[in-house]
């Protein structure tokens, strides 16, 4: 059976003319009467198909998403030798695609609070796997989640800013700094965990060596536990015991 968006559907015919209406023309330019021209279809069956221009937008979206991930797993690394280059790549392939298709990516924010379809979701989990790299290797200096948050909301900005910026005062060096100061924010200049060292047991020597002594946040006996889950997980990667 064929998928809803295969190739020559309806659904992706309207879809694709959407997106070429939209970065020709913006947001204006994508009524159902101009998409279903130019699709060679009649407007009823954007209705049928999506609901309202709404739904036609969030399919916009989604599709904007499909074809970013696609970039984004084209380019992912399994296993990076050097995971703070990897977020460096990874951060310039956004910016990179928000500069160069800046219609569709304002379409992809906006809808990015309402939906949660499965190429956006993908996608995420790309970038929290970076984090996540990062913060096994011992890079972090902040926790995943702020960290995965700044590197959203900066590669955003760039796009933003670039765009709200006249033609003639675009600097690109504003991209290579924003991108370095994001690196800078969430990310040491020496690992905690040694290059040489990888895998939990590593990890869990960085946390227990820098762990504070009295620490209010946790009381006497959780520190405790948590030292003794860390000794174990430090001494054999944390292997179940009879």
């Known amino acids: 059976m064929a998928t809803r968006d295969s190739t020559d559907s309806p659904r992706r015919r309207i879809v694709e003319a959407a997106v070429e209406l939209l970065e020709n023309g913006g947001p204006d330019a994508v009524s159902t009467r ?20 709404e739904g036609l937008l969030e399919a916009v979206a989604e599709h904007g998403y499909s074809q970013f991930l696609e970039r984004k797993r084209a ?15 990874g951060w310039d392939m956004v910016v990179e695609f928000g500069v160069s298709r800046p219609e569709l990516f304002a379409a992809m924010n906006r809808a990015m609070g309402r939906g949660s379809d499965a190429a956006h979701r993908a996608g995420l989990e790309i970038l929290h796997g970076r984090v996540r ?21 900066t590669g955003q900005g760039a796009v933003t800013t670039w765009h709200s910026t006249p033609a003639d005062r675009r600097n690109p060096a504003l991209l290579t700094i924003l991108r370095e100061s994001m690196v800078a924010a969430v990310t040491r200049a020496e690992p905690v965990v040694p290059a040489s060292e990888s895998g939990p047991p590593a990890a869990a020597r960085a946390l227990r060596a ?16 948590l030292r003794e889950w860390l000794t174990r997980l430090a001494a054999d990667g944390g292997a179940p015991h009879a």
């Open 210 to 225: 820098a762990l504070p002594h009295g620490a209010d946040v946790l009381s006497d006996a959780e520190q405790h536990l």
């Open 133 to 153: 790299r990062l913060a096994a290797g011992g890079w972090l200096r902040v926790d995943e989640e702020l960290a995965a948050q700044i590197i959203q909301a």
């Open 34 to 53: 101009a998409v279903a021209a130019a699709a060679g279809m009649q407007p009823p069956a954007i209705y049928r198909l999506f609901g309202d221009k």
């Open 75 to 89: 380019q992912l690394d399994p296993a990076p030798q050097d995971p703070v280059e990897e977020l460096r790549r």
